[in-house]
């Protein structure tokens, strides 16, 4: 593929390591960053020492605080931002777009309320006018080891197979494979809600429950994000792929994930805005906790670890005691699960 100039809108942990990917691949890249001092200091230092310290960015990536000057020009914007603040710079940009683009998300949640995907987020605020076409890159990838060019696999999905394949080559090298699927709804939807399993996970661990606590709630947790996903309409494969059960592994087991610590400190008895306040960083599994509640109450899908989630999370649930109630909940058939899954498909 011939050098192109690429956007990336969201300059956190993940927008910088996608934009080393694309950089190492030859593409000049524009990195936009909400805050204007943390343009200023990317450009000036070539790091971005809040999110990735350590790591130095080539000269062919360029911050932006100016919207307009980022994606001008640009035929490919990848939006790595906050679920949260996907409608809010969308907004934005259609103030600034001139020509048709295709927009490759990067997020992984749901906006509870309206219980939208991102790409139908998407949809409903930039016009099929200037949408060429939108794809989903999502996958077991840890920001910090992307920049460290260690092997990370991802998967790329789109109503349109050319487009992925588009996007699949923008991005792919020996470190960084990528692999097709058009199934975009249950890509996003194993996206989001591995997030809510991984709090979970963390939880059980931060209470010193240890590995067969964990394997249980991953494994109960994957179930349900199949129920949930097959329900709405996605592929069942695909949540014993990359952006299903690798995702949730990834996300469950690394003190790299932002929603396992949040769900660790938890289970060691922190509240929830002391949490987030010392993070300092989004942690997805919050919002989308509230979202996967009420999709389990819209579509009549059993989800009880995201429901025991939800009580811990917005009505202050011990967490000991979301533990206890899980555990003594009446008996089922494990195949029950596999059974009711291919049935609706």
Known sequence: MTNKTLTVLGAGSWGTALSLVLADNGHDVRLWSYHKEQAEKINQTKMNENYLPDILLPETIIAYHDLEEAIKNCEIIIVAVPTKAVRE??????NYIKNPVTIVHVCKGIEPGSLKRVSEIIKEEVPEYLL????????????????LRHPTTVAVASE??????MVQELFMNTNFRVYTNPDVIGVEIGGALKNIIALAAGISDGLGYGDNAKAALMT??????????????????TFSGLTGIGDLIVTCTSVHSRNWRAGNA???????QEILHNMGQTVEGVRTTKAAYQLAEKYQVNMPISIILYKVLFENLNPKAAVDELMTRKKTHEMEDLVNILQNE
Request: glycine share 12%; hydrophobic share 45%; net charge positive.
């Open 89 to 94: 710079v969308m907004k934005k940009l259609l």
């Open 160 to 165: 349109n197979l050319a487009a992925a394949e």
């Open 266 to 272: 938890l289970g060691k008895g922190e509240s929830l």
């Open 220 to 237: 109960r947790g994957l179930a349900e994000i199949a129920r949930l996903g097959t329900k709405m309409g996605a592929n069942p494969l």
């Open 132 to 147: 060429k076409d939108i794809v989903v890159l999502s996958g077991p990838s840890h920001a910090e080891e992307v920049s």
